[in-house]
Every structure is written in C-alpha cells, then in structure tokens.
C-alpha cells in the first residue's frame, strides 16, 4: 500500500478535477442544463477512461467535487450524512456511498429539479453502479 499521504493526494486532486469540470463550465456561462452534463461526463470519464481500456476508478472524490460546485448544499448534506455513517458503521466505502445516494436525495427536497436534480442521480447511480463493479 501506497500510504496515507498518497490516497490524500490522489482524493484531493480526483476533487479538484471534479470541481474544475463544473466551475470552468459555470465561468463560461453554461446553464444548470450544461453545468450538470458536465457533472456526468467528467464523473463518466473517471470511471470509464477509454486509455485504460475502461477501468478507471470509482469516481466518488471526482464527483464530490463536481457536486460541491454544481450544488453546495446538497454536496454538504451528503458529505455530512457520509461522515455520521463513517463513525456508525467505520467502513469509509459503505459511508461515501451512503453520502452519495443522499446528495441527490437532498436536491430533491431542497427544491432541485429538472436538468440539475437529473444529472446529480445519474452521477449517483454512475457511482454506485463502479462500486458494484470492483465487489
């Protein structure tokens, strides 16, 4: 194993790639509609890479990231719910997907719809679909 200073630093640049993708899309004056393909593709691209023959990773930092621009609050609320889950059941696979089925979840009863609460389920259902993959 690589340690714990590497898995920080491929988290924290697998959120920044996430977070990039959105934010230069918001720069550019895309709306939700656009911003939340976004959120897809650079997620999708994570986790199906076609150098690498399609294996990539599992794409939940990348997606955190992309989330945490695209809409803070529910980003926050799932983050929050991952961190609870974390310190119940101290398995950090099991509490990031939890976190991530609850940001759309979150969207939906903060008002989200349309484009935007679409593209959050589809990045969770993305996620959990590279996470039953690797098991």
């Given at each position: 194993?690589?340690?714990w ?19 230069i ?7 939700e ?12 691209g ?39 889950v ?14 991530m ?9 903060l ?25």
């Open positions: 194993m690589a340690g200073r590497v898995a920080a630093a491929v988290f924290a640049l697998d959120l920044a790639k996430g977070a990039l993708a959105v934010a899309g918001r720069l550019a004056g895309l709306d509609g656009w911003l939340s393909v976004s959120l897809v593709a650079v997620v999708a994570h986790v199906l890479p076609v150098q690498l023959r399609f294996r990539g990773g599992r794409g939940l930092s990348t997606a955190l990231g992309a989330m945490l621009v695209l809409n803070p609050a529910a980003a926050l609320i799932g983050l929050v719910t991952a961190v609870v974390a310190l119940g059941a101290r398995q950090v696979t099991v509490a990031g997907l939890a976190g089925t609850a940001a759309p979840v979150a969207a939906l009863l008002g989200v719809r349309g484009y935007e609460l679409a593209g959050l389920t589809a990045t969770t259902v993305l996620v959990l679909a590279a996470h039953a993959r690797r098991t």
